[in-house]
């Protein structure tokens, strides 16, 4: 009984480790669909890093290009989502969706994304990510 216990102990922690993960990603969605720069500072980690045009960019470099005032969302959404919890590390997987414009530029795209969460003191924080353009 104490092993049967334990193991749907175990499945409600896991599930609610599930939870706070995906609602710290609706708020990254939302920081997006808001431009809501605070947020997508808050949920960044100070160690955060991606790869973009072959380059390894930062934490600041992210957010002064939402702070320039020249990118704005139409859509931002996540959909298929899989989340898997190891101790302090989350991976998510799932499909970003953003129509907008960045620099004068409209974007229309549907990309696969890769993120990864790290459990820090104050919550969840963004890692890493990497995002492949869909075919649509």
Known sequence: VGLISR???DMARQNELVADVM????????????????????ILDDEYKRIK????IGKQ???????????????ADGSDYTVQV???????????RGVGLNHGEVFDYRARFLSLYIRREGGWKLFRDE???LIT
């Open 7 to 9: 193991g749907k102990d």
């Open 23 to 42: 609602a710290t990603e609706q708020r990254w969605v939302q920081a997006h669909r808001n431009l809501n720069v605070d947020d997508i500072e808050d």
């Open 53 to 56: 045009n072959g380059r390894v």
């Open 61 to 75: 470099e992210v957010v002064d290009s939402y702070r320039s005032g020249k990118r704005r969302w139409a859509v």
């Open 86 to 96: 190891i101790d302090d590390v989350a991976l998510v997987v799932g499909v970003w």
């Open 131 to 133: 995002y492949l353009d």
